[in-house]
């Protein structure tokens, strides 16, 4: 077992928290920062502790926000459409692709039986009131393709049935420049059922 100074273990272990962070990253980490100057030190301390009072969720999507209105509800140029994700970090890849121009509203979390997480844990209540008192045409749910994320799409359907909205959901198919002998058989099928006209 090595020795390290009981400070540097808890850098270890504190870095190992975020996500795809190893232990050997966060050991990198770690003599990183024991070579720092002070004031470096605390300018990152201060970044990381302001945190919670500098992102804030937007009240109506619940999107991250520096302001308690989000500049995607404040400038969708189409109202029509509503894109329902699971984390803040999917609108921004979303709004990256350039493609989409309407509503977002964030879960924060996606149904798991097995980790607890149930319908309670997802913001849903502020969902339907935005669904009920507004000109949304169309909700596209774009959701990992995953256990949790299948769950999750089948559970909003269930609930959307008695709005009157179109309810869709991402399209499962080929990603870009794989060969179909390469696709697993799982994409493949999903591929197939959601074929699009060419
Ligand atoms: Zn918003």
């Not at 798991?112 to 669904?131: C, F, V």
């Not at 949304?136 to 393709?145: K, M, T």
């Not at 709005?163 to 869709?168: A, E, G």
């Amino acid at each position: 077992m090595i020795k390290y100074p009981l400070h540097l273990l808890k850098l270890v272990d504190t870095f190992r928290k975020l996500p795809g962070v190893g232990t050997k990253t966060a050991e990198r980490f770690a003599f990183e920062l024991s070579q720092w100057p002070n004031d470096r030190l605390q300018e990152m301390a201060k970044i990381i502790q302001s945190t919670s009072t500098e992102l804030k969720h937007c009240h109506e999507c619940g999107c991250l926000s520096e302001a308690l209105s989000c500049p995607f509800c404040l400038s969708a140029s189409d109202a029509r459409y509503l894109c329902i994700v699971a984390m803040p970090r999917d609108v921004f890849a979303i709004e990256a692709t350039r493609e989409y121009q309407g509503l977002y509203h964030v879960l924060g979390a996606l149904l798991s039986p097995l980790d607890g997480i149930g319908p309670e844990r997802l913001n849903i209540d502020k969902l339907k009131q935005r669904l009920t008192n507004s000109s949304i045409e169309e909700v596209i749910i774009a959701l990992d393709s995953t256990l949790e994320g299948d769950a999750t799409a089948l559970y909003l359907k269930q609930e959307f049935t008695h709005l009157n909205v179109r309810v869709t959901r991402l399209a499962f198919g080929l990603p870009m420049g794989s060969t179909i002998d390469y696709v697993d058989g799982g994409t493949l099928a999903r591929a197939l059922s959601a074929r699009a006209r060419f």
